[in-house]
């Protein structure tokens, strides 16, 4: 299957001029071969949204004009799309939402909220509650956004829930000087989602925002590697790129067959550890 990383910029809190170059590389993904279409994190909003987030939001749970148009969209391409999600009960969400053959299939809160060094996203939006792998067409993936995948306990639930494939979508800000691409921040995360590939053995897709909004250079570098961690396609630093990368997923059975992590992973074991050292913190086997 051949996936497209749509590496765009964002017009920050112009939700309609963001749909509509949402439209335009869709249909440039499907033009170019592509089976599906990856958007970055916060695609349809931009970034640094702060007290304009209601303005972006988008209602996925009932009918409204932005929602139409990307159901009417996954019609030409099934594509993940990171947005400003709104519940019934008013609350925001950093999420993203998979559409496939004009249905709504799944949408991903992101779960660990970044409040560290220039990052204060808690302030803007509520933490998702759940990891779930889902289906598509093309078999079960698991879908995470930019600091999710920081936390590799993460991606391992995913696998746990069946996922085959990882999809990642980052809205991650250039950030130090490093030794491979130049580019610390873009340097760290490929390793890091490497890594988590070939403990899952599963192949990851990571499609990273580019451009500049408010001072913030987003530094792409989007990628995939195989379920060996191996790199199948690259995007260049920095600016707008449009890249297919191929899966072969009968490459991730031979690798499974051969390193079955997922398999042997011991989650009653782990649940039972977790839960004595939640017990532990909470005072509760105090004396």
């Known amino acids: 299957m051949k996936i497209a990383l749509v590496q765009c910029t964002s017009r920050l809190g112009d939700l309609e001029a963001n749909l509509a170059e949402t439209e335009r590389h869709v249909a440039a993904a499907a033009a170019a071969g592509a089976d599906v279409a990856l958007f970055p994190e916060l695609a349809l909003s931009g970034y640094r949204l702060r007290d304009i987030v209601p303005e972006v939001a988008v209602r996925l749970d009932r009918e409204g004009p932005a929602r139409e148009r990307l159901l009417a969209l996954s019609r ?87 996922a085959t494939m990882l999809w990642v979508v980052a809205a991650s800000p250039l950030r130090g000087l490093g030794a491979g691409t130049g580019l610390l921040s873009a340097d760290s995360v490929r390793g890091l989602v490497q890594v988590v590939a070939r403990f899952n053995v599963a192949p990851a897709c990571y499609c990273n925002r580019s451009g500049f909004e408010e001072g913030i250079a987003f530094s792409g570098a989007s990628f995939a590697v195989g379920a060996g961690g191996q790199i199948l396609a690259e995007a260049p630093a920095l600016e707008p790129a449009l890249v297919v990368a191929e899966i072969d997923q009968e490459e991730t059975r031979l690798a499974r067959a051969a390193y079955p992590l997922v398999r042997d992973e011991r989650i009653e074991l782990l649940r039972r550890e977790l839960r004595r050292i939640a017990r532990r913190r909470a005072g509760e086997d105090l004396p």
């Open 76 to 162: 030409t391409l099934p594509f993940l799309v990171g947005l400003v999600e709104e519940t019934a009960d008013h609350r925001f969400h950093n999420a993203a939402a998979y559409f496939e053959d004009g249905r709504l299939v799944h949408v991903h809160r992101k779960c660990h909220l970044p409040t560290y060094g220039m990052f204060d996203e808690a302030m803007d939006f509520a933490p998702g509650e759940r990891l779930a792998a889902f289906d598509t067409r093309f078999g079960r993936v698991g879908a995470l956004i930019c600091e999710d995948v920081w936390h590799p306990a993460a991606a391992m639930v995913l696998a746990q829930d069946g």
